[in-house]
C-alpha cells in the first residue's frame, strides 16, 4: 500500500483530549523496546514495572531515559519514579518473548510496597554497583544511576524523563556474538505497540546493508528508470545503493518489460540481476 495521495487527517494536541493523542502516539511510534525497571525505596522495598516510553542514547557515557507519566486515570506518579528520586538507582532488564506475560502481570496498579517480583515470579539477581536487583530472566540487564529528572507537569498523562547512566551492563554468553555483539535471533526480544499489541522481534528480522560510504543516490539514476511507473522509491533506492551507477544504453526500448523483469530482481534482493534486466551488460 502507498500512502502518498492519501487524504491525511490532521489531530492538534492543543485541541485532542490527551488520551486521544497517547492512543495515536503509541500506535504510531512503534515498536518500542521495553525497559523493565527495577528499582527501590529508601527502605530497601523492591519494585519491577516495565515502560515502553524508553531507549538508549550515546555511549560516552552511555545514557538510557524512560518515561514514567503520571497516571492518566488518577493523576498519581508511579512508584518507579518516586523510588529512583529517593535512591537515584535502578536496573533496566530487556524482555524477551518468554518474559512477556510476567512483565505485563507486574504492570498491574499494585499498591507502593508491594513488590512485583513476587507477584509476576521473575527472579532477583544481585547487581554490582547499585542496590536494585536486575532480572535473572533477562539476557541482558543494565545498571543505571539517575542524572536528571525532567517533570513535564505533574498532572494526567503528563510524562516524566528519567535520563539516568548507564554503569554496567550484563550481557547473557547465550546471545553475544563471536564479534562481541548480540544475536538478534538469540536474544528474542519483545516489543509495544498500540493497545493491547506487541511483536516479536526475531518474527520480522530483515538485514540491508549499512552504508559506509556516501552512494550515488535516487538523483543519480537515469531518468527513464527514475520516472517508472513500475518501480517504487523502495526499488529505485536499491538501485541507487551503489557507489557508482553502472552504464546503461540509451537506445534500449520494451521499458515496460525491462522494468518489471528488474522489479522482480529487485523483489528478490538481487540488485546485480536487476541492473542486467535493466540493459546494462
Ligand atoms: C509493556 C508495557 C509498557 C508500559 N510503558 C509505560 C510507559 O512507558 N510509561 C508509563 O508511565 N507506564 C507504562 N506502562 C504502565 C506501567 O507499567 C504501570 O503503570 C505500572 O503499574 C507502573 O508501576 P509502578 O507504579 O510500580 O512504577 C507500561 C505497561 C506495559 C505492560
Not at 556516501?214 to 523502495?234: V, W
Request: aromatic share 6%; net charge negative; glycine share 8%.
Amino acid at each position: 500500500m502507498r500512502f502518498e495521495n492519501n487524504l491525511m487527517r490532521a489531530f492538534d494536541p492543543d485541541i485532542i483530549p490527551y488520551h486521544e493523542i497517547h492512543r495515536l502516539l503509541v500506535g504510531g511510534v512503534a515498536p518500542r523496546p521495553i525497559a523493565l525497571v527495577s528499582s527501590m525505596d529508601k527502605n530497601g522495598a523492591s519494585n519491577l514495572s516495565p515502560f515502553s516510553f524508553f531507549n538508549v542514547f550515546g555511549v560516552n557515557p552511555a545514557v538510557l531515559c524512560f518515561s514514567p507519566a503520571y497516571s492518566g486515570k488518577t493523576g498519581q506518579p508511579k512508584h518507579t519514579m518516586l523510588n529512583i528520586l529517593e535512591t537515584r538507582e535502578c536496573t533496566v532488564s530487556i524482555v524477551t518473548y518468554e518474559m512477556v506475560h510476567q512483565i505485563s502481570l507486574a504492570s498491574a496498579p499494585y499498591e507502593r510496597g508491594v513488590d512485583e517480583f513476587t507477584k509476576s515470579g521473575l527472579t532477583k539477581r544481585p547487581s554490582v554497583k547499585v542496590a536494585p536487583p536486575g532480572v535473572a530472566e533477562s539476557p541482558f540487564v543494565l545498571e543505571a544511576r539517575l542524572l536528571h529528572h525532567i517533570d513535564f507537569g505533574k498532572t494526567h498523562g503528563s510524562a516524566n524523563l528519567m535520563i539516568c547512566e548507564v554503569v554496567m551492563l550484563h550481557v547473557s554468553e547465550a546471545v553475544l556474538t563471536e564479534q562481541g555483539g548480540v544475536d538478534p535471533l538469540l536474544i528474542d526480544q519483545v516489543a509495544r505497540l498500540g493497545g493491547p499489541y506487541y511483536t516479536r522481534a526475531k518474527r520480522g528480522i530483515f538485514a540491508l546493508p549499512q552504508p559506509g560510504k556516501p552512494l550515488a543516490g535516487i538523483d543519480r539514476l537515469p531518468e527513464e528508470i527514475r520516472s517508472s511507473p513500475i518501480l517504487t522509491g523502495k526499488h529505485l533506492a536499491q538501485l541507487a545503493s551503489l557507489e557508482e551507477i553502472p552504464e546503461v544504453p540509451n537506445d534500449l526500448s520494451n521499458d515496460e518489460v525491462r522494468h518489471i523483469a528488474a522489479r522482480e530482481h529487485l523483489e528478490q534482493g538481487d540488485v546485480e540481476g536487476a541492473w542486467r534486466a535493466l540493459g546494462t551488460s
